[in-house]
């Protein structure tokens, strides 16, 4: 069974730092491209970032770029979200997913494109 399960969200003021987790389990997390996606109050999911599966490609939303760092740790099997110099507009639950196949060697932010989610953590930017 496909798992992917989040951690360390919280509460922050505005310029503080989180580091999500994303821990995988039940298939070869190292084969996957990945990314995080988000939901804030009263709007959509929004893509985040994503990640390749060597971690040679990397991809952000505008609006995270320069502050927002993601990474993995294919021997962990672990997904991370490094998040800086937070705003209150990064309020939001943050769920990490897994693209639909394996090999995928391009970038995808299309919801349709993930089969796999986690619960989500909630992040909280407030002073």
């Known amino acids: 069974e496909v798992q992917l399960v989040e951690s360390g969200g919280g509460l922050v003021q505005p310029g503080g730092s989180l580091r999500l987790s994303c821990a995988a389990s039940?298939?070869?997390?190292?084969?996957?491209?990945m990314s995080w996606f988000r939901r804030a109050p009263g709007k959509g999911l929004e893509w985040v970032s994503g990640?390749?599966?060597?971690?040679?490609?990397?991809r952000y939303v505008d609006s995270v770029k320069g502050r927002f760092t993601i990474s993995r740790d294919n021997a962990e099997n672990t997904l991370y979200l490094q998040m800086d110099n937070l705003k209150p507009d990064d309020t939001a639950v943050y769920y990490c997913?897994?693209?639909?196949?394996?090999?995928?060697?391009?970038?995808?932010?299309?919801?349709?494109?993930?089969?796999?989610w986690g619960q989500g953590t909630q992040v909280t930017v407030s002073s």
């Open positions: 997913a897994r693209y639909k196949t394996r090999y995928y060697t391009n970038t995808s932010d299309d919801t349709k494109d993930y089969d796999s």
């Open positions: 039940g298939f070869t997390f190292r084969y996957y491209y």
């Open positions: 990640i390749s599966t060597g971690s040679s490609t990397t």
